[in-house]
Structures are given as C-alpha cells and as structure tokens.
C-alpha cells in the first residue's frame, strides 16, 4: 500500500494506493493526519485495489478519532469491489461518499466552515 | 518473513501455471516489501516469477500419465536476504546441465533451464527417492 | 472430477495477503472465459475478500499464541464450485456471532458477516486439535 498526502486548505486529501488488509493497515491507522482530532481528511481511494474488513476497520477508526464524526473522515472514488465491502457491512451509513474528489473536498470545506 | 515455509501444492496440469507464477510474484512482494513500487523491487519480483513459471511449465511438461494425478509441489523460503524456491515433482530423473539450444536452428523449447539460470542466483537440482527437486535462490 | 491446490503458510498477518492473492488467481481461472467481465470480476473479488477474512481471523488469532503454527489452506475445484476450507490449531470459536452494530462505530467482527453475505455455504467443524473453516461459493 501507498499513502500520498495533499492538502487543499484545511483540508487533507489522502490517497491510499494499492491493498487496505491486516498487513497495511497500522500505515494508514498512524497516519499523522488521520489520528489528528482536528484535521478533516478526505480519504480519495481512487487506487485503492482491494480492501477487507480490517481494512474497513482502519477507516472507521479514523472516523472515531475526528471532533466531527459527519465529517472528519470524507470518502471518494472507490471502485465497486471496495464499495462491496462498505454495502455489505452497512459502514456506508457512517460516510459521506461521493464519486468525485473535488467534490468530497468542496463538501469537507463547507462543513467545516459552518463550524469555525 | 524470516526462516518461514511457504508451500503450494498444484495438480501437475498447464492450467495451474498462472497460480504457481501469480503465487510466487505475490511471495516475492511480501519479501521485498516496500520497494516493490522501485525498479530494482519489480525487476526482483519479475525475475521470481518468471523462473517459477518456467520451472512450473518443465515439471507440467512432463508429468508422467499416472491414474493417480501428479502434483507439483513449490516451496517458498527466505533466509538471509535470499528468496529460495523449491519445486519438487515426481517425474523420471533429469539434468540440468542441458546444452543451451543453437538459435541458429530456430528452436521452440528448451528456453526454460536457459532463463531460469539467467534471472536467478543459484539453481541446483538432486534426485531425493523418486523425487525431483530443482532449488533456485535469488538474492535481495 | 475435482482438483485439490493446498497452501501452507506460517500463521503470521503478512501471509494472510498471500493467501487472498492465490485464492484470487484460482478463482479467475476457474470462472472461466464464457462470463460477463462484471460478473467474473464480481466472482473473484467475492471469493478472494472471503479467503482474505478467514485467514486473516485465524492467523490474528495465531499470532497470540508464543509458538508458532501452520495454517493450511485447501481450495477444491469442482465443476459447479470452488470451495476453500481454512484449517488451523488455534483455540475454538464460533461462526454463529452476530454482525456489530454500526451505530457504536465499530473497528472489528465484520469478517464473519461478510463471509456469510458472499459465499453460498459456510460451515465451521472442530476436527482433533484443529479449526475447520470451509466456504464454497457456486460458478
């Protein structure tokens, strides 16, 4: 797996690459945008290949470590087997997901100016 | 991965091939870890792979006809910065000391010992019981 | 007539990886080339995400132990399935859990729930000292 960070504003776009599994996930967990309480993140997982449930685990324990469980943690761009594992287990409830990073970006940053 | 035994036993059929070469190249990835995304990594793990297939492919190859279906077994280990793989099957004795095929006689087969001791560090082969098994080793 | 590919594997997390990728190189062979790419792709992501929490729960549960322990993974090719049984020497457990609830925010025991919700059949068996998972999913 390939964590690459960019930021856009307040914002962080992380982009995960490759294989979310029990072998990557401590990376993205320890993440130092992920695990910072304060710091909204948009998650683009554009390339990422496969994912289980450890993996899903991962993100909703990034979910848990924001101030703002609406949105601290915005998904984009997954492909249909990642959105498999979001569909079977219901955590697509706890996101907000769009299609396109911009536009989870866009969202992220109007959220949280309502609340600054 | 450290002194760990991976093993992969495949029926001895041509289909299989694609398992045994994907299964190697995942192996070669856990080993190499995060330079798999380096040149130097992908060329490790290509070279793997591709000396697995062909090993693979010469042990299919000739199976004998059995009533009993032949298998061939891969085993995966690393030590000491070497990836080592182990194909076993239980064919006739060969050699693999076999002449490198004239170019000149547009040959169609007999590559396979050719690259496989092109791409990695170490081949050897012993004959164990009614065994074959070629080892290989590459070196990280 | 069936074949049988078996892989061992140290029962350690970095090797649960290796097991989904085999199981999805095995699965793409055997769905065949007659199929829709949609539902082969369905086919082989399902098969290999199911391998994948099995061998991940048992080698998480191996790793808690001192000694070290083999897992060993059998996949069975028949004509109408592919079936994958997980045998291991860790403690027993049961399949019979049911899902956590999404409104507490969990991070873990999803596996079972997805193994249920992709494969046709799941079944769990104590054999000796060993756990048995297997799973089959039609073609």
């Known amino acids: 797996m390939n964590i690459t960070e960019t930021s856009n504003g307040a914002i962080a776009i992380v982009a995960i690459e490759g294989r979310l599994d029990a072998l990557s996930a401590p990376e993205l967990r320890n993440n130092r945008s992920v695990i910072d309480p304060e710091k909204t993140v948009v998650l683009n997982l554009e390339k990422l290949d496969f994912m289980n449930s450890t993996g899903l685990g991962a993100i909703v324990g990034a979910l848990n470590q924001k101030l703002q469980p609406d949105f601290g943690i915005v998904l984009s761009c997954m492909n249909d087997d990642v959105r498999s594992v979001f569909e079977i287990t219901n955590v697509q409830k706890l996101f907000h997901i769009f299609d396109d990073t911009a536009a989870a970006v866009e969202f992220a940053t109007t959220r949280q100016g309502a609340h600054t | ?95 693999i000391e076999t002449p490198v095929p004239d170019i000149e006689s ?7 010992l050719l690259i496989i001791r092109k791409v990695m560090d170490h081949v050897t082969y012993r004959r164990e019981g009614n065994y074959n098994i070629i080892s290989m080793s590459k070196t990280l | 007539m069936s074949s049988i590919i078996t892989l061992t594997l140290p029962g350690e997390i970095m090797f649960a990886r290796l097991a989904s990728q085999t199981a999805s190189s095995l699965a793409d062979l055997v769905i065949g080339e007659n199929r829709e790419e949609s539902a082969k792709r369905k086919f082989c992501h399902a098969f290999e995400l199911a391998v994948s929490e099995a061998v991940t729960n048992s080698v998480t549960h191996a790793e808690e132990f001192d000694a070290p322990q ?52 799941f079944t769990y068996r104590r054999d000796g000292d060993a756990n048995i998972i297997t799973m089959s999913k039609s073609l």
């Open chain 2, 106 to 112: 547009y040959p169609e087969n007999g590559f396979g």
């Open chain 2, 1 to 95: 991965m450290n002194n760990s035994n991976i093993t992969l036993t495949l029926p001895a059929e041509r289909l299989f091939a694609r398992v045994a070469r994907q299964t190697a190249s995942s192996v070669a990835d856990l080993v190499i870890g995060d330079d798999r995304h380096e040149p130097a990594g992908r060329d490790f793990s290509h070279a793997f792979e591709l000396a697995v297939s062909e090993a693979f492919t010469n042990s299919v190859t000739h199976a004998r006809e059995s009533a009993t279906p032949q298998v061939v077994k891969l085993t995966f280990f690393f030590e000491q910065r070497q990836l080592v793989v182990s194909v076993h099957d239980a064919n006739d004795p060969f050699t």
């Open chain 3, 70 to 121: 083999m897992l060993t993974v059998t996949f069975e090719f028949e004509p109408r399935q592919l079936t994958v049984s997980v045998r291991d020497a860790n403690p027993p457990f049961s399949i019979d859990k049911s899902a956590p609830d999404i409104e507490s925010y969990p991070v873990h025991g999803f596996g079972l729930k997805i193994i249920r919700e992709i494969m046709d059949q």
